[in-house]
């Protein structure tokens, strides 16, 4: 018997108890809704997170860490020399910046500058980290979100771009109300003529503009590397370059103090793609660097959200196996109130295969069709909790409120396939009890 | 504690030539239906051999017996067996979409079918809302949906009037003379006797009495074993 009349025929058998078929069918609809609420969760936490570092451009990026950062990334950074071999390593100044640029297909290099200031308004003091940022940072998150004001125009110049925080600190309210307004930045710088009692700091001041502030972002929106306060690269290599904050040894003072300028804590480095990326990486590990990039921590955190999803899969998948014994119970019980018409189709030429068929094909059908509609519940179910999870970050002024559902297509085609297939599985049982069915004995029955 | 081997049929040895009408009679128990179910391949011999044409039932596998019965024999049943949730076109219809006709073909031929027994007007009518004749016009088209060879009836005036009983059996008369083979069980004398070539009567499972009949010698003159 053709595939077309077996699913017209067990369609047909379905209709004829409709009240079962929906009640069945609600099972596998709960079963399912939930297993794509919950694989939807992880594959959207997913999403947020590795989704997120593919748009910040992370992963054609590394960076290659000075003596102080390797320490502190030793869990995570490839086997470069630590800090106990510094001779073995470059320094991290301005030949290494050049040199690594002229490697082929880095599109940018830039050391991180960064140091502790004072920002001051009016009456208003907030201490903040300080980074000097380039043009390249300007597409990037949260830069590129500058919804107030603009991102600094240059290199240089006496700009700065405030978060939201800070500038609520300084007392602007709402925050934007700092764009266009001149700010005080205080910092320490070192001192070379250094009377006995001294410290050997002077604190300098400087006037900035401010040019933008920064919407309020969830951190994962945002780049891990160039984040918060920033001031044109060079304003700030210049206030950073005697300046002693951040520094984790004397031997960084000593070598300002001798006028050998200070190293830098890391350096960022921009490649064209991730094969670029290897190759790099490794000429730079050859020099006796030491490196980091998020690509390694890839397969972790990839690992990671694998349990978490197969964690939330499992349970939904419980529901479904439980929904699925419900569907062999009916299908049970419909063998048992079909004996006789099984027994005509047999009479009248039907094969068991064709009946093995039938009683598969209803179990299939009620399995698509609860898991069609699961999914529309399961979907409609999100989108009504996105809606409240948007108006809680809303509510705490968090702009672009995480989409925390993803509905990849092999989520989709898995939920049904897996509600099919699995109500196949369940159907196997009833199906062949029925090709056992005696025709002799089920018409004289009937 | 063993259990009591009953033998529905017991060295019964039969051959039936093509284009015959056997009746076959006795009274109940006696293995008539058992003998019917033998030839239309939902029972098996427990020992001996049954065959049609060429091939041995007793060896068939299962797939084939199906087979069997969709091509070789038609059956129609003194209770109808139609399948209650088709309609009278579909019930005719499912023996050739068991044998994989295309939808098209196997409606025209359904149609036909019925046209055939008197039923073009109720094709859409589900079994419950056709008498019993009328179900039985649809049992008798379904068993010629395949053009089987052979047609088995089991009682199938049994549960009928005497006005569409004798309906039935003029159905069953132009089939026989269109060519084809007929064995009919029944427990109605006086109605078959125009029609039956042969009849033999079974007692206790044996074949107990065989008279070849048929319209060139006279026609039938009474149901053996009905004497007794």
């Not at chain 1, 058998?13 to 609600?26: D, E, K, P, S, Y």
């Not at chain 1, 009946?355 to 898991?371: K, M, N, T, W």
């Not at chain 2, 091939?55 to 067996?81: K, N």
Request: with cysteine.
């Amino acid at each position: 018997m053709p595939w077309r009349d077996i699913l017209q025929m067990a369609w047909r058998n379905i209709g004829q108890a409709r009240l079962r078929f929906v009640l069945t069918c609600l099972g596998v609809l709960i079963a399912i809704s939930t297993l794509v609420a919950l694989v939807s969760f992880g594959a959207g936490l997913r999403l947020q997170t590795v989704g997120n570092l593919e748009v910040r451009e992370v992963f054609t990026s590394f960076q290659i860490l000075g003596p102080a950062r390797s320490q502190s990334f030793r869990r995570f950074r490839d086997s470069g020399p630590d800090s106990a071999t510094p001779t073995a390593r470059p320094v991290l100044d301005e030949d290494l910046v050049r040199r690594v640029a002229a490697l082929e297909g880095v599109v940018s290099v830039q050391p991180d500058i960064r140091f502790a200031a004072r920002l001051e308004h009016g009456d208003k003091v907030h201490l903040t980290r300080v980074r000097g940022a380039g043009p390249h940072v300007a597409p990037l998150s949260p830069y590129s979100k500058i919804t107030q004001g603009r991102f600094l125009s240059g290199t240089q110049g006496a700009e700065i771009v405030l978060t939201g925080r800070v500038a609520r600190r300084l007392g602007f309210e709402p925050p934007e109300q700092a764009v266009g307004k001149t700010i005080q930045l205080l910092t320490d710088r070192l001192k070379r003529d250094v009377s006995d009692g001294d410290l050997p700091f002077q604190t300098v001041r400087f006037s900035y503009q401010v040019v933008g502030v920064l919407p309020r972002l969830l951190p994962n929106q945002t780049n891990p590397f160039f984040r918060g306060v920033v001031i044109p690269l060079e304003e700030a290599r210049e206030l950073w370059k005697e300046n002693a904050s951040g520094m984790t040894s004397l031997s960084g003072l000593t070598s300002l103090e001798e006028g050998r300028g200070r190293e830098y804590d890391s350096i960022d480095v921009r490649v064209a793609d991730l094969v670029s990326l290897e190759r790099v990486r490794e000429e730079v590990r050859s020099w006796g660097a030491a490196t980091f990039a998020i690509v390694d921590q890839m397969k972790r955190i990839q690992e990671a959200f694998l349990v978490l999803e197969v964690v939330l899969g499992v349970l939904g998948g419980i529901a479904m196996l439980v929904a699925s014994l419900g569907i062999a119970n009916v299908l049970i019980i419909s063998v048992m109130e079909r004996r006789q018409v099984i027994g005509i189709m047999k009479a009248i030429g039907g094969t068991d295969r064709d009946v093995r068929r039938i009683f598969l094909a209803e179990a299939g059908l009620i399995g698509f069709s609860g898991g069609v509609m699961g999914l529309l519940a399961g979907w409609t179910l999100t989108r009504i909790a996105t809606v409240f999870i948007d108006r809680y970050f809303q509510s705490h002024d968090i702009l672009n409120a995480p989409n925390l559902f993803a509905y990849p297509l092999w989520l989709v085609a898995g939920a049904i396939g897996f509600a099919v297939g699995l109500s196949l599985l369940s159907g196997v049982i009833p199906a062949n009890r029925a090709t056992r069915v005696d025709p002799v004995e089920a018409l004289r029955q009937g | 504690m063993g259990e009591r081997v009953v033998r529905a049929l017991d060295g019964v040895s039969l051959e039936v030539v093509p284009g015959e009408f056997l009746g076959v009679v006795g009274r109940s128990g006696s293995g008539k239906s058992t003998l019917l179910n033998l030839l239309a391949g939902l029972d098996r011999p427990s020992s001996g051999s049954l065959w049609v044409g060429e091939r041995d039932l007793a060896r068939m596998s299962p797939e084939q017996l199906a087979l069997h019965r969709q091509h070789t024999v038609g059956i129609v049943f003194q209770f109808f067996h139609l399948i209650p949730t088709l309609t009278a076109l579909q019930n005719v219809e499912l023996p050739m979409a068991f044998s994989g006709l295309g939808p098209g073909k196997r409606a025209e031929k359904a149609r036909s079918l019925l046209d055939n027994v008197g039923l073009s007007h109720r094709l859409d009518h589900i079994p419950s809302q056709l008498s019993g004749g009328e179900q039985q016009r649809v049992s008798i088209a379904r068993s010629l949906a395949n053009d089987p060879q052979f047609l088995l009836a089991d009682e199938p005036t049994g549960n009928l009037d005497s006005t569409t009983a004798g309906e039935i059996q003029e159905i069953f008369k132009r089939l026989h003379l269109e060519g084809r083979t007929v064995i009919c069980v029944t427990h109605e004398q006086d109605l078959w006797k125009d029609c039956l070539d042969r009849v033999i009567e079974l007692r206790d499972g044996r074949l107990f009495r065989e008279d070849r009949l048929g319209s060139s010698e006279g026609g039938w003159n009474g149901i053996p074993g009905e004497e007794d």
